[in-house]
C-alpha cells in the first residue's frame, strides 16, 4: 500500500509537471483551475487522477472528446516509477530530481524548441542544495553566457542543461554523454531530415544510457 502510495505521490509531481509544460511561460500554473484545452471545460476531481483519468477516458477530454496527448501519461508513470527509485536506494535524491528536469526539458524542447530558463534555474537550485558546485559546472554556466552574448549558432540551454549534469556526473561522463548525444542526433538528422532538432532530448537520452553503462 505504502508503495501505491508513492508511486501516485511521484505521478501526481509530474502532473504537475505536465501543467507548468502547457502554461508555462504564457500562462499562470496557479490559475485558472486545470481544464481542457480545446473545450476550456474545468476538469472535475476524477479526471485528476494521475494515469488511470486518462486511461479511463482512453485519452480524450470527457467533455468534448478532444484527444489528450499521451506524453501527460507516460510522464506521470515516469515521475512515480522515480519517486520509487529513489524510496529504494536506487537512484540518489540530486539523480531523480536531475531525470525529472531532463524530462521536463526534453518535453518542452520538443514541443516549443525553447529553453525554459527559469524551469531550468529552479530545478539546478534544487540540485545545487544536494550537490557541489564544480568547476565543470562554472565552465558550462559561462560557455552558455558567451553564446548567448555573440549569438553563436549553438543553444544556450544546452549549456546549461550540461551544466546541471554536471552536478552529478563527472568529466568523463560528461564527455561520453556530448560524445553519444551528438551520435544520436546526427543519425536522426540524417534519417528524419528535419529543419531543426532540437538536442536537449538527445543530451538526456544520452546521461540516461551513460548512467546505465557505468
Known sequence: MKILILFFLGASIGSFLGLVIDRFPEQSIVAPPSHCAACKRQLRILDLIPILSQILTKSRCRYCKARIPFWYMGLEFLTGLLVLLCYFHILSMA???????????????????EYPFAVWLVFTIVVL????????????LILAYLTERWQVNIGSGDFLYLATLSLVFGLTDILWIIQVSSLTGLAAFLLFKPRSLPYVPFLFLASILVSLAF
Open 95 to 113: 539523480e531523480t530530481i536531475l531525470i525529472m528536469a531532463g524530462l521536463v526539458l526534453t518535453i518542452y524542447d520538443i514541443q516549443y524548441q
Open 129 to 140: 542544495v544536494l550537490a557541489r558546485v564544480n568547476w565543470l559546472f562554472c565552465g558550462f
